[in-house]
């Protein structure tokens, strides 16, 4: 069983890092705990000073007490930007790792888990964390000026001050067995979040979509029971809390009757005297906010336990499985891929593929044809490495894939998906985003052969364009052109396409069509096909049916020979006939 806190000390080498903002954080949190347990010493003599009406004393302590509010003004505003300064750079850093773990995690961990757990981590979580030692750091320094206070009162009379002591140790009792239930709530609590979040970014992304379809009610019902899970277990978590307060305070009340109680006895028999018991009794409540400075360590950091459960579950990959690679990195790599006896499936039930089979020699222009759900993109995916497969099954350039460092594989390999995601960047960021180094010059030159630099000139700001939210300023087929042309200035040994030109109109596809053709002179092009007319100049077409490659050859050559390509083919242009 996992050590309780053990992610949680995780946290301390990100505050470790910035050790002389962390230094000075406690020396102005010792100072301003110095200079306020001081306070409650003066004004007990102020007190007194008023039994006597020694009006010169009483004017001392009034200056000593102005001066030294001054003094914690000042200290407390230095330590607060300081803390600042700490928890900006702890909150900076830890959602860096964050992000840098989340594009290690294996794609499948995304296939089946909601968006909003991740954004709220990086959000929320990583946040709740970064702030603990602010608020921590301002809690002990309460229990520290109010401990002072306990012992002040040993002083002023010893059985008052054991009196309450033994009141702190009944209350921090009650405060232990709240934190048990609270944190138990407050993890049901976030975990409803997330899936909140995760339909909060749906709605948002999809609100074309769910005006067009007509969902708005669907939809809002849906949020409105999710919100209401997750409202419900807040509202759990916080009654739970302000129950508890509530008999802390009960608790409280008897208390202080028993204090006065002893007070009144203490005073009869001569072993108080009155201007003691109103100091003790004027400064009883520091004894609340004794236990509220604990109860807000404890509740705090249990907050920031299950914060930091969350958080380092995947900064440590212990909560979704992180990508492996191999060591192995060539000077040189050919654009071959082979396949061999590949079996692979999503769940083990029902494998996609058993013994699979094929090679694609360099530069050469090869397609994957077939009924939908053959698995083709998955082969995709499977190049990509995407997901795992057994060692010795798949080859890039005559290397086992899982032998390569990643950087080989994601350099020398580009994709152009179907529904790409485009960036709210402008145009000219979005193909830089691939090649930094890039030239304006080798800008326009790929989005040329892409076919986009005309529509590119129309635009009043050009290349400087920006086209919103995964492009929602682009038509479908000029968001594949850019891609592809984001896919060229990477410069890599293969290039995949996975119907890559199903949103392109004929006078494009045709232009594209030249493109992958000329592209296969120094490229390993491997195309997944919807619309076959774009691959009838491959050098090779495999034939896809019920999961395996049942032919392959040119155009021609499966025309001739293959039912099932024909078929398909035949299909499709009427298909291409009925919509003109």
Not at 124 to 131: Q, R
Not at 174 to 193: A, G, P, T
Request: hydrophobic share 40%.
């Amino acid at each position: 069983m996992k050590k309780q806190g053990s992610n949680l000390r995780k946290v301390i080498p990100y505050y470790k890092k910035y050790w002389n903002l962390l230094i000075l954080t406690i020396v102005f949190s010792l100072c301003y705990a110095g200079l306020s347990v001081l306070s409650p010493i003066l004004e007990g003599n102020l007190l007194t000073a008023f039994t006597t009406l020694d009006f010169k004393y009483i004017l001392k302590m009034a200056l000593y007490l102005a001066i030294l509010g001054i003094m914690i003004e000042v200290v407390t505003n230095i330590w607060s930007m300081i803390v600042l300064k700490l928890n900006s750079s702890c909150n900076f850093d830890l959602k860096c790792d964050l992000i840098k773990s989340l594009t290690n995690i294996k794609v499948k961990n995304f296939d089946y888990t909601n968006s909003g757990v991740f954004i709220a981590r990086i959000n929320k979580d990583s946040y709740d964390l970064a702030e603990l030692f602010d608020e921590i750091t301002d809690d002990i320094s309460v229990v520290l000026l109010n401990i002072s206070f306990v012992v002040y009162s040993y002083f002023v009379n010893i059985y008052l001050g054991l009196l309450l002591t033994v009141n702190i140790v009944i209350l921090y009792k009650l405060v232990s067995k709240k934190l048990i239930y609270f944190k138990r709530y407050q993890k049901d609590y976030k975990n409803k979040d997330d899936k909140c979040i995760g339909t909060y970014a749906d709605v948002i992304r999809g609100i074309r979509d769910i005006k067009n379809l007509n969902l708005k009610d669907s939809i809002v019902n849906r949020v409105s029971n999710e919100q209401k899970g997750a409202i419900e277990a807040n509202k759990k978590a916080i009654h739970s809390s302000r129950t508890w307060n509530r008999w802390r305070d009960v608790i409280q009340h008897i208390l202080n009757f028993v204090f006065i109680l002893v007070s009144v006895y203490l005073l009869s028999i001569h072993k108080l005297q009155v201007n003691q018991f109103m100091i003790l009794f004027v400064y009883k409540k520091n004894i609340i906010e004794l236990i509220r400075a604990i109860t807000n360590i404890r509740e705090k950091t249990a907050n920031a336990t299950v914060a930091a459960d969350r958080v380092f579950g995947i900064i440590d990959y212990k909560e979704f499985e992180r990508e492996s690679f191999g060591t192995i990195l060539p000077e040189n790599i050919e654009g071959t891929v082979e396949f061999k006896n590949v079996t692979f499936s999503y769940n083990e039930e029902n494998p996609l593929f058993t013994g699979l089979n094929f090679k694609i020699e360099k530069n050469q222009m090869i397609a994957l044809v077939g009924k939908s759900g053959e698995g083709k993109s998955t082969i995709m995916d499977l190049i990509m490495k995407n997901y795992d497969i057994a060692n010795e099954s798949i080859l890039i350039g005559g290397y086992d894939i899982n032998a390569l460092q990643e950087s080989v594989i994601r350099e020398n390999i580009s994709v152009v998906s179907q529904e790409p995601y485009i960036f709210n960047l402008t145009i000219k960021d979005n193909i830089k985003l691939v090649n930094p180094m890039a030239t304006d010059e080798e800008i326009i030159a790929v989005c040329k052969k892409a076919q986009i630099h005309d529509f590119i000139l129309t635009k009043e700001e050009g290349y400087d364009t920006y086209i919103g939210e995964n492009g929602i300023a682009l038509s479908g087929g000029q968001k594949q052109r850019l891609a592809i042309a984001r896919a060229l200035i990477k410069k890599s040994k293969i290039i995949l396409l996975d119907e890559a030109t199903s949103s392109l109109d004929n006078e494009s596809q045709e232009k594209i069509k030249v493109i992958m053709k000329e592209l296969a002179k120094d490229h390993t092009v491997i195309i997944v096909a919807h619309r076959l007319s774009t691959i009838i100049d491959a050098d090779k077409i495999l034939v896809f049916h019920k999961h395996k490659i049942v032919e392959e050859g040119t155009h021609e050559e499966l025309i001739k020979n293959s039912r099932i390509y024909k078929k398909l083919y035949e299909t499709e242009n009427e298909k291409e006939e009925l919509e003109i």
